[in-house]
């Protein structure tokens, strides 16, 4: 079963467009949701969860539509997007609220990821650094036994010893198999650690989506010598001239042992990197 369907989103501004966006999360996996800013990440979930009016498509939660189902299917979800609500308020009185809207509220895990996590709920909002935020956050969610959790940008202006704190909750989240995760970044280095699939968006479009090492295997990095560049340039993804050479990114079945090239493995940051600049060598 898929945790999450979306199915042929469209949603159009004046000067940008979602084009028929589709990719599924399998139920108990991480998928990262990659893509430069502006690519359409926050647009796609926003629209998706019906925050903002779609103007076309499908989207199922554990195969039921969420325009049908509205109001039931978002208890099922922990939606975090890092904005901070009521900053004035103290934890304890955000909680009160929060939790008047989901019959299946947990108390006891609720103060089960307070001790976790270390959480004061005498603090108010405000005063709870970045990463404590995403913490008081997750603890609601999962204290409402989310099965769906869309994290819009949750490790954007952290450390990298609290980033890697999270991924390695976002782990243990999806180890039970029922819990999955939709992770939207732009920081791919998080994604290298934890997520089982990726989605690429580009400009309102979605290039791929499928799992993580079929992702990266259906791409190669090349670098050579400046004057061989013709001879590749054409088959190229996008590339980068240097005083050395150049380096570019290739698929893989499009590459040839003949080429003059040297190849390596990309990272998800090599890819995203080369797929932008096919953008500025096509403008």
Not at 81 to 92: C, Q
Request: aromatic fraction near 10%; include cysteine.
């Amino acid at each position: 079963m898929n945790a999450l369907s979306v199915l042929n989103l469209n949603k159009a501004y004046k000067d940008f467009k979602l084009d028929n966006v589709s990719f599924e999360i399998p139920k108990g996996y991480i998928m990262g949701f990659i893509g430069e800013n502006g690519a359409g990440k926050t647009t796609t979930i926003k629209s998706m969860l019906n925050i903002i009016n779609k103007d076309g498509g499908k989207v199922l939660v554990f195969n039921r539509d969420i325009d049908q189902e509205e109001i039931a299917i978002k208890k099922e979800i922990g939606y975090i997007s890092g904005d901070s609500f009521y900053p004035k308020k103290k934890l304890k009185e955000v909680t009160a609220i929060y939790k008047t809207f989901f019959s299946s509220w947990d108390e006891a895990i609720y103060q089960m990821y307070l001790k976790q996590f270390k959480l004061d709920e005498d603090k108010k909002i405000d005063a709870l650094s970045k990463g404590m935020k995403m913490k008081y956050e997750l603890s609601l969610a999962l204290s409402h036994h989310a099965k769906l959790l869309v994290l819009d940008e949750p490790t954007s202006g952290l450390d990298p010893v609290v980033r890697d704190e999270l991924l390695e909750i976002f782990q243990t989240i999806v180890e039970d198999g029922e819990t999955s995760i939709l992770f939207s970044t732009h920081i791919t280095s998080d994604l290298d650690k934890c997520a089982d699939y990726i989605t690429f968006i580009q400009n309102g479009h979605i290039i791929d989506s499928c799992s993580k090492d079929d992702f990266i295997d259906k791409y190669r990095l090349v670098n050579g010598e400046s004057d061989k560049l013709q001879e590749v340039k054409e088959v190229l993804v996008g590339y980068k001239t240097n005083a050395f050479g150049f380096n570019g990114l290739i698929e893989t079945k499009s590459y040839k042992s003949s080429y003059p090239v040297r190849v390596a493995q990309p990272s998800l940051d090599d890819i995203m990197i080369y797929f932008a600049e096919k953008e500025k060598q096509n403008v």
